[in-house]
């Protein structure tokens, strides 16, 4: 079982930067890839960035390449989403995800653990 706990949203001007954490409990959590995605009102929950359990290799969203970073600390059980330039279109519910493979990492039912979200929001 892995337990995922977000923090680090709130609301930004447009051009800020904000920094999300993923604090995992279990002893696992090292071996599981770590995604996140954000759902804004009204639509559908997309994919943003994920990582896999060595941190080698990392994919994201066309819309956030550039601008936001994922990383991970497994020491500390913790993943990040560091988010530079941010537009009102990033405003969403943020979520992280553990997945046992860095396998089709766009596709949220490919992770089998979720947090409870973060919101951020970005004003104009």
């Known amino acids: 079982q892995v337990q995922l706990v977000e923090s680090g949203g709130g609301l930004v001007q447009a051009g800020g930067s904000l920094r999300l954490s993923c604090a995992a409990s279990?002893?696992?959590?090292?071996?599981?890839?770590m995604g996140w995605f954000r759902q804004a009102p009204g639509k559908e929950r997309e994919f943003v960035a994920a990582?896999?359990?060595?941190?080698?290799?990392?994919y994201y969203a066309d819309s956030v390449k550039g601008r936001f970073t994922i990383s991970r600390d497994n020491g500390k059980n913790t993943g990040y989403l560091q988010m530079n330039s941010l537009k009102p279109e990033d405003t969403a519910v943020y979520y992280c995800?553990?997945?046992?493979?860095?396998?089709?990492?766009?596709?949220?039912?490919?992770?089998?653990?979720w947090g409870q979200g973060t919101q951020v929001t970005v004003s104009s």
């Open positions: 995800a553990a997945a046992r493979t860095y396998n089709q990492v766009v596709v949220d039912l490919r992770y089998d653990y």
């Open positions: 279990g002893r696992t959590y090292s071996t599981y890839a």
């Open positions: 990582i896999s359990w060595s941190a080698y290799s990392t």
